[in-house]
């Protein structure tokens, strides 16, 4: 299992923010790797219906929560922006997101949901710093929330691939037209999301029935 290395797309957490990742808020691909982040038994299907339902543009995070049948229980998507923005920053905005769809499973001794990150961006499908601050939010809210920490999706130009497991397709892409939904799937108003840099975001939610 290999990755691709590239330089940050659109923002340099090293630059931007000082050295984030002398925090620790971005993962390095092996650290991803070894985390044993649960497999998607149909990737193309979670990625095709996320695109579906938020219509993302660059800058777009979709995060997905599956039942233990990989099947879709609550979306959210919303913009992210900020130049400034780390690990810390994605992890608070998922979790405010996560808040908003679906109910957290803290109770739980062993979680049975899974959220599932598709992050729309720039550049090509090569791993950068930006997607190691994804990975340590996304893993971090899920803890936070009580979900299983799933895989981290980005969605390009060239298509969409899954980090870490050498799986993708070339549609969708972040230039397809969304396909239409079916009638199974029910849509909720936009809300907004106040990010953590005061940036008020566009909030897309989608619910199974």
């Known amino acids: 299992m290999t990755f691709g290395f590239a330089p940050p797309s659109t923002t340099s957490l090293t630059t931007a923010v000082g050295g984030a990742s002398r925090h620790g808020r971005l993962l390095e691909p092996a650290e991803w790797t070894a985390a044993g982040v649960p497999l998607l038994r149909n990737p193309r299907e979670v990625v095709s219906g996320l695109h579906s339902r938020h219509s993302p543009v660059p800058s777009t995070a979709m995060i997905a929560v599956l039942g233990p049948e990989e ?16 690990g810390w920053e994605y992890r608070n905005a998922l979790l405010s997101g996560l808040r908003r769809v679906i109910p957290h499973d803290l109770r739980r001794r062993t979680p049975v949901r899974t959220a599932v990150l598709l992050y729309c961006r720039e550049g090509d499908e090569r791993w950068t710093e930006e997607d190691g601050a994804w990975m340590w939010g996304l893993r971090d809210a899920c803890t936070l929330h009580g979900l299983r920490c799933g895989a981290y999706i980005t969605l390009t130009r060239g298509g969409w691939q899954v980090l870490g497991e050498g799986r993708g397709g070339r ?5 397809s037209r969304p396909e ?12 907004a999301l106040r990010t953590g840099g005061g940036a008020t975001e566009v909030l897309r939610r989608t619910a199974a029935r």
């Not at 919303?78 to 780390?86: G, I, T, W």
């Not at 549609?171 to 230039?175: A, Q």
């Open 71 to 86: 099947q879709l229980v609550a979306s959210v998507s919303f913009v992210q922006r900020s130049a400034s923005a780390d």
């Open 171 to 175: 549609r969708p892409s972040s230039d």
């Open 180 to 191: 239409r939904l079916g009638d199974t799937v029910a849509e909720f108003p936009a809300v």
